[in-house]
C-alpha cells in the first residue's frame, strides 16, 4: 500500500519502468511514495546486471529478517520485560514520570548499567524524543550520567551508589523545610496549635534529614549541647551565647554550635526544647507537643495550689 514497505509487484513496476527510460520522480509519482524511497532502493539493489526486482526482493527479506533478529535479541526477555514495566509502574506511583521511570528501570536491568539511546528506543520500543527527554528529567534528579564508549557513541550510565546521589540531592530541601517549620513555631507562638503542628513537622523533616544525609552529629558535638541543656535548665533563666560560653568556659563559638545543634536538632533536647526568647538569649522550655493544652493547664492550676498552701 502507499506509504508502507515497497512490495514484490512495486519492485517489477521499477524494473519495467527504469527499462523504459522512466527517471526516479516520476517512478514515486506513479507508485505513490517519496522520490527517496525510489533512488535508495535503486542503489541499494544495483548490480552489474542493473535492478532486478525478484534480486531485490530476496534482499530485502533477508535485511527484515536480520533486523527482526536484532530486535528479538536486543529486546529483554518476558520476565524481564515484565519486571521493567511493572517496577517503573511502581516508582511511577512515587511521583516519578512514567516514561523517565521506564528508562531508568531499564537501564537498571541492563547487565552493565549502561545503555544508548538507540538500545533505549528498542527495548521500550518508543520515540529517540520520549527517550531523550526521559534522559534529561532523570539526569536533573541525578540518576543518571552521560559516559562515551569505545565507537563514540553516548551511554546512558547508571552508578552504584545512584540511590546515595540521589538522596542526598533531596536532604538539603528537607533541611530547609525543618528550619523553615521551626521558624514558623517563633512567629506563632510555642503555645499555639500552630507551632504544635509545625513543631511535628520540623522533627519529622529533621529526622528524615539526617537519615538520607548519614551526617548525625558526632559524640563530641552530642555531648556539648547536652552541656548546654543542663546550663539553661541549672540557670533557669535565659541565657545569650557569650553567657554560656563564660559561664562553661568555652570558645565562644563553640557554645554557638552547640546552641545551633539543638535548633537543628530537636530530639537531642527532648522533652525539652530551647527557643530564642529575644535579645540573643536562649531559654528551656517543655516542647509544645509533649503536652495537651489541657495537661498545661492543668499543671497550672496544680503549681497555683502548691505556692498559695
Avoid at 2 to 8: A, D, N, Q, S
Avoid at 227 to 253: E, F, G, I, N, S
Avoid at 286 to 306: E, F, I, M, N, Y
Wanted: glycine share 8%; proline share 5%.
Amino acid at each position: 500500500m502507499p506509504g508502507g514497505r515497497l512490495t514484490h509487484e512495486d519492485r517489477r513496476q521499477i524494473a519495467i519502468w527504469l527499462a523504459e527510460g522512466l527517471g526516479y520522480a516520476e517512478i514515486a509519482r506513479r507508485l505513490g511514495r517519496p522520490t527517496s524511497t525510489i533512488s535508495r532502493e535503486v542503489a541499494r539493489n544495483s548490480a552489474p546486471g542493473g535492478y532486478l526486482a525478484d534480486r531485490a526482493q530476496q534482499a530485502a527479506g533477508q535485511r527484515a529478517r536480520r533486523r527482526r533478529a536484532l530486535q528479538a535479541a536486543e529486546r529483554p526477555a518476558e520476565p524481564v520485560h515484565g519486571f521493567v514495566e511493572r517496577l517503573a509502574i511502581l516508582l511511577a506511583g512515587t511521583g516519578l514520570p512514567r516514561m523517565p521511570a521506564r528508562v531508568f528501570v531499564c537501564l537498571l536491568a541492563s547487565g552493565s548499567g549502561s545503555l544508548t539511546s538507540a538500545e533505549l528506543v528498542r527495548r521500550l520500543q518508543v520515540s529517540p524524543a520520549s527517550v531523550s527527554k526521559a534522559i534529561g528529567y532523570l539526569e536533573a534528579m541525578e540518576l543518571v550520567r552521560r559516559a562515551q564508549d569505545s565507537g563514540r557513541r553516548e551511554r546512558y550510565v547508571i552508578d552504584d551508589d545512584v540511590w546515595l546521589h540521589a538522596f542526598r540531592a533531596d536532604t538539603g530541601a528537607h533541611a530547609e523545610v525543618a528550619a523553615a517549620a521551626r521558624h514558623g513555631i517563633e512567629i506563632f507562638g510555642t503555645g499555639s496549635p500552630v507551632a504544635a503542628r509545625l513543631g511535628e513537622m520540623a522533627r519529622f523533616f529533621t529526622w528524615i534529614s539526617e537519615r538520607m544525609n548519614d551526617s548525625g552529629p558526632t559524640g563530641a558535638v552530642v555531648r556539648d549541647a547536652l552541656t548546654v541543656l543542663a546550663a539553661l535548665v541549672h540557670a533557669a533563666r535565659p541565657l545569650t551565647v557569650d553567657d554560656l560560653a563564660t559561664a562553661l568556659d568555652w570558645p565562644v563559638q563553640r557554645a554557638a554550635d552547640a546552641v545551633d545543634t539543638i535548633g537543628r536538632r530537636p530530639a537531642l533536647s527532648d522533652p525539652l526544647a530551647v527557643e530564642r526568647c529575644g535579645r540573643g538569649a536562649y531559654a528551656v522550655t517543655p516542647r509544645p507537643d509533649r503536652l495537651s493544652s489541657a495537661q498545661r493547664d492543668g499543671l497550672s492550676v496544680v503549681t497555683g495550689k502548691l505556692w498559695s498552701e
